[in-house]
């Protein structure tokens, strides 16, 4: 089923983008293949300067969808453009381009530097590969990248294992800006550190989009945090978005119970909305058995008949906020108390 969410034209944007993977020995002597399926119709859209958060559990698909934006994983369809161009559509030295300007930062920095490099030599190798600055003016580089995520000049002398975690994150986000991207893909970049340091880190993504005004892609399990970043905000639920609108407003009036159960698991202080809604309990199916119908019905306290058998359909509760839901359980909770 493929979900278009009505905005205006994005720099990026994503459209009916589906990802399946194979299941090793899964297909015997004529036998029917299992697969995984990861995105199942996602639709996205993301303007330079703006940051979308993307919420889910774990294995809602988030992490398969940043990587498909850039093709590091191939979409099996769907359609994919950035700037004007269609990513599906590009060989190997364009699509080369297009990844320089979505650069991913990912949760364990020190996987993503290499060990032996020291910071400087790292910070300035993207940028010498793709020939955005010659051999005498690296020093100043990085000199500037350090300044703009908040480390010293001499943290450019030091290797990875002489840094904190938070310092080793604002090295891989200098080393993104180090090729001057339009957007920063930052899949759950800020989970593994401290909330003081989560909250620096925060800081300086916001800085950089106001700042250079790059595009956001805040990928997190953390509702408060997406909220302190991001002005829209899209929830998945195995392989779909369930939800997406503008932050304060999907945060204030859920349309969704699987967003309710979230913010009754992970509140957000800014969220007046007092919320009535059972715990989430179970775990999220097996992407090997899809559910029928809506496929949170198996977990959801508002579960109908219809919900275990028909697709929920777009719901419009506002100006570009949007819910598949067939229930609406908020509106339905202010109903009730006006009778």
């Known amino acids: 089923m493929s979900q278009v969410i009505g905005q205006p034209t994005a720099f990026l944007e ?16 004529g036998a029917s293949a299992k697969r995984v399926t990861a995105l199942d119709g996602v639709s996205l859209k993301l303007e330079k300067g703006q940051g979308l958060g993307l919420v889910g559990e774990s294995g809602s698909g988030k992490s398969t969808l940043a990587r498909c934006l850039v093709r590091a994983i191939e979409p099996d369809s769907g359609q994919i453009i950035l700037g004007g161009q269609d990513v599906m559509a590009l060989g190997p030295r364009e699509l ?14 020190y996987s993503s530097l290499n060990p032996r490099l020291r910071v400087g030599t790292a910070l300035a190798e993207p940028a010498r590969v793709h020939g955005l600055v010659s051999k005498n003016d690296e020093d100043e580089l990085v000199s500037k990248l350090l300044e703009r995520v908040g480390l010293p000049e ?26 001057q ?6 899949d759950e970049a800020v989970s593994a550190l401290d909330v003081s340091i989560q909250a620096q880190i925060l800081g300086v993504l916001r800085d950089l989009r106001n700042d250079l005004g ?24 195995l392989g779909r978005i369930v939800e997406e609108g503008p932050t304060e407003k999907v945060f204030t009036r859920p349309g969704h119970p699987y967003t309710i159960a979230l913010m009754q ?28 119908g ?8 508002s579960v109908q008949d219809r919900c275990r058998t028909e697709d929920p359909a777009p719901r419009q509760l506002g100006e570009g906020h949007v819910s598949w839901c067939h229930v609406n359980p908020l509106y339905n909770q202010e109903a009730e108390k006006a009778r």
């Not at 969220?271 to 090997?288: Q, V």
Request: with cysteine.
């Open 14 to 29: 994503a459209s009916d983008v589906k990802k399946f993977f194979p299941v090793r020995g899964s297909s015997w002597r």
């Open 294 to 301: 809506c496929r949170f019905h198996t977990r959801c306290p």
């Open 214 to 237: 790059l595009g956001i892609l805040f990928i997190a399990h953390q509702l408060p945090l997406i909220a302190q970043l991001c002005e829209r905000v899209a929830v998945m639920y």
């Open 265 to 292: 698991a992970n509140p957000v202080p800014t969220a007046t909305t007092k919320l009535r809604a059972p715990a989430l309990k179970g775990e999220i199916p097996s992407p090997l058995a899809i559910p029928s």
């Open 96 to 109: 080369r381009q297009v990844r320089r300007r979505v650069q991913l930062v990912y949760q364990d920095p």
């Open 154 to 179: 001499s943290a450019g002398r030091r290797r990875p294992r002489e840094l904190s975690g938070g310092q080793r994150q604002r090295v891989a986000i200098a080393r993104a800006l180090s090729v």
């Open 181 to 186: 991207p339009d957007i920063i893909l930052a």
